[in-house]
């Protein structure tokens, strides 16, 4: 039998049905995570160029 995708069905939720399902809720904390971590990650990578910069 053929994916959903390859005959032209779809099965995944648009618009604010995304929202509704647990599963995908956790998606969002995901993205705050991978934000949070690569603005440390940047900050750190800063100081540490200005520190290695004035010794």
């Not at 993205?31 to 990650?41: G, H, K």
């Amino acid at each position: 039998m053929a994916p959903a995708a390859a005959s032209g069905g779809s099965s995944l939720p648009s618009g604010f049905a995304v929202l509704t399902t647990f599963p995908d809720l956790l998606f969002i904390f995901e993205f705050v995570f991978a934000y949070v971590a690569t603005l440390l990650y940047v900050t750190h990578a800063v100081f540490s160029l200005i520190r290695w910069k004035s010794s």
